[in-house]
């Protein structure tokens, strides 16, 4: 059985992984109903608000996403659990433009809902990385 801490590290995986893939539903099923995503600069993001921006760029002329994550410190305390992580985030449009990189850390909130992990909040400090 993997312990708490391997299943989150694998739920980061799996996003990351939906994410380049353009599965959304992937995506949306490791969050939970009530997910709150803070972005500097933006309203507070609920999981409808992120539905409905991923599936307008998942058409076959979205952007493309890559990217990379470095889980800096993870913490499990009973149901709830945190991470920060370094991510980094490449968005490429389709026409060819030159890709666009953001990159920071991540403050995530993850908990345990019907006997599985989901992501519950989420501050997100990503800015450009200067070409």
């Known amino acids: 059985m993997q312990s708490d801490e391997q299943v989150i590290r694998q739920l980061v995986s799996t996003w990351m992984a939906a994410s380049k893939a353009g599965d959304v539903e992937t995506v949306l099923s490791l969050m939970a109903d009530d997910v709150v995503f803070l972005v500097t600069g933006q309203p507070p993001m609920r999981k409808a608000d992120f539905a409905a921006a991923a599936r307008a760029q998942t058409s076959a002329d979205g952007p493309k996403f890559d990217g990379s994550s470095e889980i800096q410190e993870s913490k499990i305390l009973g149901d709830w659990a945190f991470i920060w992580q370094k991510l980094t985030v490449v968005v490429t449009p389709p ?37």
């Open 95 to 131: 026409n060819g433009v030159q890709s666009m990189t953001r990159a920071g850390h991540t403050l995530t909130i993850f908990k345990r809902q019907n006997g599985k992990w989901v992501l519950a909040r989420d501050a997100n400090m990503l800015a450009p990385v200067p070409k």
